[in-house]
């Protein structure tokens, strides 16, 4: 268990995977909100100043693109990381890292790679402005 809970926020249009992934995150220690579109997230993020923000940007209705280029600064400075989860890497690789989100995660979802990801991406104190990007 962690001893500081990472506040995620999970976006996603599929009800029955956002419920699976927010009780899964939960049980590894995650502070989770979840909704439904990138308007909400947007919204979510400026209630709930989140450390990592995990959007699905295949769902048509996401907006993700939207949500991985909105300045998404907490109270300390530090830049809200941002992990998209696609079906569609090769096509949406370079698209979604020029759109500012730090990291892909392909699905189907490995749940061993995903907890690694978010894991790496809360270990950063990234200081507001600069970009990380996953190889």
Known sequence: MKTT????????ADP??????VMLL?????????CRNGR??????????????LVDIDSTDMQGYAL?????VNAQGVRTRRIGLTSRIDATGNTARL??????????VEWQAAIAALSEA???????GEARVAA
């Not at 990472?6 to 996603?12: N, Y």
């Not at 909400?40 to 923000?53: T, Y």
């Not at 759109?99 to 189907?108: S, T, V």
């Not at 809360?122 to 507001?128: E, I, K, L, Q, R």
């Open 5 to 12: 809970s990472p506040r995620l926020v999970i976006a996603g």
């Open 40 to 53: 909400e997230a947007v919204e979510l993020c400026a209630r709930v100043k989140p450390d990592i923000v």
């Open 16 to 21: 029955l995977v956002l419920d699976s992934l």
């Open 122 to 128: 809360s270990a950063f104190d990234w200081p507001a």
């Open 26 to 34: 939960e049980l590894e220690g995650y502070a989770v909100r979840s």
């Open 99 to 108: 759109a500012g989100f730090d990291r892909l995660i392909e699905k189907p």
């Open 68 to 72: 991985a280029g909105a300045k998404l």
